[in-house]
């Protein structure tokens, strides 16, 4: 019997060792007329004609060249990228986060690419461009950004009597003040914002000059510890303190912000500027955006950049072939069509005035070090934020041991 | 005369030697059925369990991050992974944080499982059934839907344990954060872990319950011992053997779990500060796309277990022996 269960596990184990290798081969041979394309589920359920219209580009150009677009989701995708690079069968194109590049670039996963091959390239969204470049080579073509505003109930605001959008963070909260008198529930907010929503907390930092992290001659300082990133850090604490009553230590997708707001247990929320197309039925009419304020009149808050790059990774057979197509995806009909769906595009060249590209005019980005996505996984942002608010330590406690932690992490060889 | 008669004892030693030789053989070659019955399976182990282990060891010794990754091959730097994890405060913390963590659920789990278990010998049929379906409704459910369960019945705005205890008037629960204190998210996972892990001890020590003879009770119960006497005298030592493998597999167990602090505590909450072994491991390992560093890591991890282990077996061995 135990024998019959051993020779069964071993036939298991060669079936599987063979058909592994049996997948490996088929994809080197079809490798020759197709590309693979990793996008993530963002174009699949937002954009996917404009998708289908750059294929159907890309193989007008190339004959016989098929393009086989796969995709992925954000909380997975690098780990099946890892498992790709070592075991191969991965994309011949990959979206990445913006945040999410340099680590790769610095660990050669990328090919170079030509940037004058590419529409507007002189005038890419400049943090956006940023976030693909390493050691003066280009890795990452922009696809599109998306910034951060405040979506807020127009009628709360009126019957709370104010008149006017608030213009400084201070008037925001006066503004913030009224409504919870008139809006008595328990739980709610007159601006929901989560507790560890590092995106938000650090536009508070940059608006008064602070910064996150520094780089003087290959060693980087932490810099979350001075002054003026105390400052804002500071204000960001009073903030919250006076306008949301979410959860002092949970992240901006438990619960989501616009689910909160669409059980009426908010009258705004800061976030992407697409939340205005997940408030639920009831409040979409009464619904309507605006740049967050700073604390100077005349300026808004420094938002966070959020943003994917296209990328060629070095297993591809078929570069070539891949930037090709990364082209044809990022011309400018591509990116007008995206912009269409509420999208940044990727070039100054082609801003008009919507709210999230008015937002996107004054903007931060992380410190682009190959460690930065160990800072961000390993939460010490978020364990900062939760540490202040909740009163274990204070701003300046809280700020001095992120910013060693942080400067530790992205020393590291 | 002397001379006639040796030819026979020699002929008798020669056919002795030869038979015992016979016998050397036939029982050498008996013993070694054993051993010859074992290989497949030992080849099998060896296959699949040492081959990955090797690697597991190799890799422990490498620098293999993404560049090695891309490369397909690590470069050798020794004990370095070892001596950076043993330099490493947050692996000493961590390694605490587990022990304290794995002997506070293997305690909670073994009394209250003993427990049930004498619950369940008490009670009548029916109540038994009741009782035990629920045990093994419990340990039907797989561990991320009751991370899930826990997840929303701990919940900040909605839970209903912070509207049951406000409602008792316990105190005022509303808006309590379950996760803001790494105390708190860690005893939530205890509860969680404990709950899940009691229907397979209780069942089993009520299995082994009904091993203890009814008469040898009856006979110490007629000279005059009480209850907690007959539990201390009698039930335990027969439980002994079964008490000792649930705790060496709870130990195994809880020293290395790594779905329910993972998803309950949610990994935007997970930071140094609440680390247990294997979120360390996971951490370290893949996320930080580490690998070297992340086998180093497993590879302590098993010698850890392996010492709690023997340590524990080995004094309940010894228990044995001297009774």
Same mark, same amino acid.
């Given at each position: 019997?135990?024998?019959?269960?051993?020779?069964?596990?071993?036939?298991?184990?060669?079936?599987?060792?063979?058909?592994?290798?049996?997948?490996?081969?088929?994809?080197?041979?079809?490798?020759?007329?197709?590309?693979?394309?990793?996008?993530?589920?963002?174009?699949?359920?937002?954009?996917?004609?404009?998708?289908?219209?750059?294929?159907?580009?890309?193989?007008?150009?190339?004959?016989?060249?098929?393009?086989?677009?796969?995709?992925?989701?954000?909380?997975?995708?690098?780990?099946?990228?890892?498992?790709?690079?070592?075991?191969?069968?991965?994309?011949?194109?990959?979206?990445?986060?913006?945040?999410?590049?340099?680590?790769?670039?610095?660990?050669?996963?990328?090919?170079?690419?030509?940037?004058?091959?590419?529409?507007?390239?002189?005038?890419?969204?400049?943090?956006?461009?940023?976030?693909?470049?390493?050691?003066?080579?280009?890795?990452?073509?922009?696809?599109?950004?998306?910034?951060?505003?405040?979506?807020?109930?127009?009628?709360?605001?009126?019957?709370?009597?104010?008149?006017?959008?608030?213009?400084?963070?201070?008037?925001?909260?006066?503004?913030?003040?009224?409504?919870?008198?008139?809006?008595?529930?328990?739980?709610?907010?007159?601006?929901?914002?989560?507790?560890?929503?590092?995106?938000?907390?650090?536009?508070?930092?940059?608006?008064?000059?602070?910064?996150?992290?520094?780089?003087?001659?290959?060693?980087?300082?932490?810099?979350?510890?001075?002054?003026?990133?105390?400052?804002?850090?500071?204000?960001?604490?009073?903030?919250?303190?006076?306008?949301?009553?979410?959860?002092?230590?949970?992240?901006?997708?438990?619960?989501?912000?616009?689910?909160?707001?669409?059980?009426?247990?908010?009258?705004?929320?800061?976030?992407?500027?697409?939340?205005?197309?997940?408030?639920?039925?009831?409040?979409?009419?009464?619904?309507?955006?605006?740049?967050?304020?700073?604390?100077?009149?005349?300026?808004?808050?420094?938002?966070?950049?959020?943003?994917?790059?296209?990328?060629?990774?070095?297993?591809?057979?078929?570069?070539?072939?891949?930037?090709?197509?990364?082209?044809?995806?990022?011309?400018?009909?591509?990116?007008?069509?995206?912009?269409?769906?509420?999208?940044?595009?990727?070039?100054?060249?082609?801003?008009?005035?919507?709210?999230?590209?008015?937002?996107?005019?004054?903007?931060?980005?992380?410190?682009?070090?190959?460690?930065?996505?160990?800072?961000?996984?390993?939460?010490?942002?978020?364990?900062?934020?939760?540490?202040?608010?909740?009163?274990?330590?204070?701003?300046?406690?809280?700020?001095?041991?992120?910013?060693?932690?942080?400067?530790?992490?992205?020393?590291?060889? | 005369?002397?001379?006639?008669?040796?030819?026979?004892?020699?002929?008798?030693?020669?056919?002795?030697?030869?038979?015992?030789?016979?016998?050397?053989?036939?029982?050498?070659?008996?013993?070694?059925?054993?051993?010859?019955?074992?290989?497949?399976?030992?080849?099998?182990?060896?296959?699949?369990?040492?081959?990955?282990?090797?690697?597991?060891?190799?890799?422990?010794?490498?620098?293999?991050?993404?560049?090695?990754?891309?490369?397909?091959?690590?470069?050798?730097?020794?004990?370095?992974?070892?001596?950076?994890?043993?330099?490493?405060?947050?692996?000493?913390?961590?390694?605490?944080?587990?022990?304290?963590?794995?002997?506070?659920?293997?305690?909670?789990?073994?009394?209250?499982?003993?427990?049930?278990?004498?619950?369940?010998?008490?009670?009548?049929?029916?109540?038994?059934?009741?009782?035990?379906?629920?045990?093994?409704?419990?340990?039907?459910?797989?561990?991320?839907?009751?991370?899930?369960?826990?997840?929303?019945?701990?919940?900040?705005?909605?839970?209903?344990?912070?509207?049951?205890?406000?409602?008792?008037?316990?105190?005022?629960?509303?808006?309590?954060?379950?996760?803001?204190?790494?105390?708190?998210? /860690?005893? &939530?996972?205890?509860?969680? %872990?404990? !709950?899940?892990?009691?229907? =397979?001890?209780?069942?089993? $020590?009520?299995? #082994?319950?009904?091993?203890?003879?009814?008469?040898?009770?009856?006979?110490?119960?007629?000279?005059?011992?009480?209850?907690?006497?007959?539990?201390?005298?009698?039930?335990?030592?027969?439980?002994?053997?079964?008490? /000792?493998? &649930?705790?060496?597999?709870? %130990?195994? !167990?809880?020293?290395?779990? =790594?779905?329910?602090?993972? $998803?309950?505590? #949610?990994?935007?909450?997970?930071?140094?500060?609440?680390?247990?072994?294997?979120?360390?491991?996971?951490?370290?390992?893949?996320?930080?796309?580490?690998?070297?560093?992340?086998?180093?890591?497993?590879?302590?991890? /098993?010698?850890?277990?392996?010492?709690?282990?023997?340590?524990?077996?080995?004094?309940?061995?010894?228990?044995?022996?001297?009774?």
């Amino acid at each position: 019997m135990k024998r019959r269960v051993i020779v069964a596990l071993g036939l298991v184990v060669v079936l599987a060792v063979a058909s592994t290798a049996a997948t490996s081969a088929a994809t080197k041979r079809t490798a020759a007329n197709s590309i693979t394309v990793w996008l993530q589920t963002d174009a699949q359920s937002g954009w996917a004609d404009v998708v289908a219209a750059a294929n159907q580009q890309f193989q007008a150009a190339n004959p016989g060249t098929s393009v086989n677009v796969q995709y992925q989701s954000w909380g997975d995708h690098l780990q099946k990228f890892d498992a790709t690079l070592a075991g191969g069968g991965g994309p011949d194109v990959i979206e990445m986060g913006n945040t999410e590049m340099t680590k790769y670039m610095a660990a050669g996963a990328f090919a170079p690419l030509d940037k004058t091959q590419f529409d507007n390239s002189s005038n890419w969204l400049p943090g956006l461009a940023a976030s693909g470049k390493y050691g003066g080579k280009t890795y990452g073509v922009p696809y599109y950004a998306g910034s951060r505003v405040v979506t807020y109930r127009k009628d709360l605001f009126k019957q709370a009597g104010i008149t006017k959008l608030p213009a400084t963070t201070a008037q925001y909260v006066a503004d913030a003040k009224k409504l919870l008198a008139k809006n008595k529930q328990k739980g709610f907010s007159p601006v929901y914002l989560a507790g560890t929503d590092w995106y938000v907390a650090m536009g508070f930092v940059f608006d008064y000059g602070g910064s996150i992290a520094t780089q003087v001659s290959h060693k980087w300082t932490g810099m979350l510890d001075s002054p003026k990133s105390i400052a804002g850090l500071t204000a960001w604490k009073n903030f919250f303190l006076a306008a949301s009553r979410a959860s002092k230590t949970t992240d901006e997708t438990h619960p989501n912000p616009y689910d909160v707001y669409a059980q009426g247990q908010a009258a705004s929320m800061v976030g992407p500027s697409w939340f205005i197309g997940s408030v639920g039925k009831k409040y979409t009419a009464s619904t309507g955006q605006f740049v967050m304020p700073g604390h100077v009149k005349g300026q808004t808050m420094p938002g966070f950049l959020g943003g994917s790059d296209l990328a060629v990774p070095v297993t591809s057979s078929n570069k070539a072939l891949a930037a090709d197509w990364i082209k044809d995806f990022t011309d400018t009909q591509s990116e007008k069509a995206l912009q269409a769906k509420g999208n940044i595009p990727n070039a100054t060249s082609l801003l008009s005035n919507s709210v999230n590209e008015r937002a996107a005019a004054r903007s931060w980005f992380v410190p682009t070090a190959k460690h930065w996505v160990d800072v961000e996984n390993g939460n010490i942002l978020r364990n900062m934020l939760a540490q202040i608010l909740t009163g274990k330590l204070s701003v300046k406690q809280a700020a001095q041991s992120a910013s060693d932690n942080i400067a530790s992490v992205l020393n590291q060889p | 005369m002397h001379g006639t008669s040796t030819p026979a004892p020699a002929a008798e030693t020669t056919f002795h030697r030869s038979r015992r030789r016979r016998r050397f053989w036939a029982r050498s070659a008996r013993s070694a059925v054993p051993y010859g019955l074992i290989v497949p399976v030992v080849v099998v182990i060896a296959l699949i369990l040492g081959y990955p282990l090797y690697w597991l060891a190799k890799l422990s010794t490498q620098r293999y991050g993404l560049f090695e990754l891309i490369q397909h091959h690590g470069s050798s730097v020794g004990f370095a992974n070892y001596r950076s994890i043993l330099h490493d405060s947050v692996f000493w913390h961590t390694l605490l944080r587990t022990v304290v963590f794995t002997a506070v659920n293997v305690t909670a789990t073994m009394v209250l499982g003993l427990l049930i278990a004498l619950l369940l010998v008490r009670v009548s049929t029916p109540v038994r059934l009741v009782l035990s379906s629920g045990l093994v409704l419990v340990w039907s459910m797989p561990v991320v839907v009751a991370v899930q369960v826990f997840y929303w019945m701990t919940n900040f705005q909605n839970g209903v344990v912070n509207y049951l205890l406000t409602q008792l008037h316990v105190g005022n629960f509303e808006q309590h954060d379950w996760y803001a204190s790494t105390f708190s998210q /860690l005893s &939530l996972v205890t509860v969680l %872990i404990v !709950w899940g892990a009691l229907p =397979f001890v209780a069942i089993t $020590l009520f299995a #082994g319950l009904a091993q203890v003879p009814r008469d040898l009770v009856e006979a110490a119960e007629v000279d005059g011992a009480r209850p907690w006497g007959v539990f201390r005298d009698i039930t335990v030592p027969i439980l002994r053997p079964i008490l /000792l493998i &649930l705790t060496s597999l709870s %130990i195994i !167990w809880d020293f290395g779990v =790594f779905t329910q602090p993972y $998803l309950l505590i #949610g990994q935007s909450k997970i930071h140094t500060g609440n680390y247990l072994m294997s979120v360390y491991l996971f951490e370290e390992g893949y996320f930080k796309a580490d690998f070297g560093r992340g086998a180093a890591i497993s590879i302590l991890m /098993l010698l850890i277990v392996a010492a709690l282990s023997v340590v524990y077996v080995r004094r309940m061995v010894r228990i044995g022996v001297a009774q």
